[in-house]
């Protein structure tokens, strides 16, 4: 099988704290694989690990067969990481931004005006990529980072909570362009509390509480193993 | 390289922010204004030696003085001619009314009391309008005339009496011959004058190196606090760039830019310095040159490294106290200790000599690494550089540490897990490296 990442038995903690019982799921090539639990789940703490925020306390996290402890800077080259809450440079012009964090991916200089063309394409921000980053609204410096984690085509997009901060017609638009992008190679790790989102854009879906992984599965092959309409449900049943 | 100077250039972008600029321009029209104040302050003050005198006396020994006064310095303008009536409250009237600040009324009988070796009081007025350093300037006045008078009288009753001899000499049969030893050189001199020139040559230097600390270390501090409040830190971390770059680029940025506008600051400091000194250059006398006491490119190269090592240990310092804080408002907190350490050694270096203080304290102040360039500018004038070179030494070690821990900081959780609310429970977590 063609795993983009596998987490072996990932165990986290924070002193005396275990947030991760060994964690264990694997993300194939072109795959949206959903992480979704309760608060405190663990969800957060297992995308940091994997975006090589966090050091792994016990068992391994092998991307693209190499361990993350080991080549950090392999994995920063290939992935893009969207924290939940994250920001961007208030001072900076939306565009001026993008071609800062393009600068840190791009090989060839040519690659930083295509990347940047890209994001441009993905954010829909028009001509308030020329404005600055404080003055924007919430939605559109979400729309500004997802179009920042997307630009490069990563091998994996690891993204906590994208939609969040969004209008519904935003929202969809963005999954529509994170399923496009899948078409084109990029594997998603994604977190999400939105369990409609997580059943239009994943492949598998993983249900972790208590720093466990209790199920993985198709949206359907879980719903069917639990009689449920829908994920929701699934969720509410097996967390209770 | 070009990661590296992405971030460089972002950080200096970050960091040069229209309130910085404006800031500057602001305090540098600030000292300006103010030193071109002080500057006309003092130049009204000494301009101000026209002396207005009511005679009450007729007799010639009071003239005489008067007119000696002129040789003395003052322009005397008889109010006799001014007022109608030689009277004392109408002259004094007069003169607060026509924005005369030194009245000096001589009394009837002046001539013939001062005749019969008779003391005699003359009165003085000053008319305060402020209390500005003009006004300061004015009031020694007062001592200038009233000496400048006694000394005319005595001289001219000694001459009479004893007119062989220059009565200045028979007033003053002691005279002093000062000589001045600095380490193995001896010159003839006086110490007061080594000492004014050694201050006015390095008096700037603590106060470059205090406010290039400050600025830089705030200025990193802030950087840090900032990309956490605004959740920027998390998404630069994950970028292909490793750690100890990002390190590096934080403190270069906040160190050029700290280092511009401590520039900038020094720059209005020194206009406003030059007004209170009223522009008056000391320059280096054949004295100085005979006791040795000039920089040396091998002094001044010295003295470049320890101040040099000095902002590097602020900025190292500044990074590790940028991770414990939380946000914009804990990293002013945070700079609190930063301010305390080289307060200290700041305020020691002006006001004392480190050298004399007990031994304990010594070595507490000497393990600041901030106190070491303080004491390097007169070390350099006393050719002491083994003691400079050991500061740089111990100053170099310092830094490594520093960035060592400051790097370790930054590959590990504790970049993002570490912090210190006041008021709040410490909290940390296990730093296990993440990798640079």
Redesign the interface.
Known sequence: MDFILQVENLKK???KFEALKGVNFEVKKGEVFALIGPNGAGKSTTL?II???????EGRVLFMGKDL?????FV??N?????E????????KGIDYLR??A???AVDPKDVDIFVKRAEEISELGDRLNDKIGIYSKGMVRKL?IA?ALMTKPILAILDEPTSGLDVINALEIRELVREYVKEGTSVLLSSHNMLEIEFLSDRVALIDKGKILEIGTSEELKDKYSAKNLEEVFRRVVQ | MKKFNNLLKKEIKELVTAQLIISLVFTLLLFNFMGSITKGEIEKGIKLRDVYVLNLDDSSLSKEVLNNLSFAGFKVNLMNNLVEEKNKEKAIDYAKNNDINFLLVIPDGFGQSISKFSPMEIEVYSIIRSFSIGSTVNSEMVNQVVNALNRYISNNFLKEKIPNIDPEELKNPIRSKEYVIVRDKMAEGSSAEVTNFVQMQSIFIPIILMIVIMYSSQMVLSAIAVEKQDKTLETLLTVPISRRQIVVAKMLGAGIVGLISALIYMFGYRSFMSGITGGVEINSTDLIQKLGLQFTPYGYTLLGVSLFLAILCALALSTILGVLAEDLKGAQSMSLPMVLLVMIPYFLSMFSDINSLSLPIKIIVMAIPFTHPFVASQNVLLRNYNVILYGIIYMLIVFLILIFIAARIFSTDRVLTMKLSFGRRKSSTEGKKVGL
């Not at chain 1, 809450?85 to 900076?92: I, S």
């Open positions: 903690y924070y002193g940091r975006a090589t925020l966090l050091s792994v306390s402890s080991k080549y950090p800077d920063r080259e992935i893009s990481y969207l924290p809450e994250a920001g961007a440079y208030k001072n900076m800062f964090m600068n840190f991916y980072l920042r």
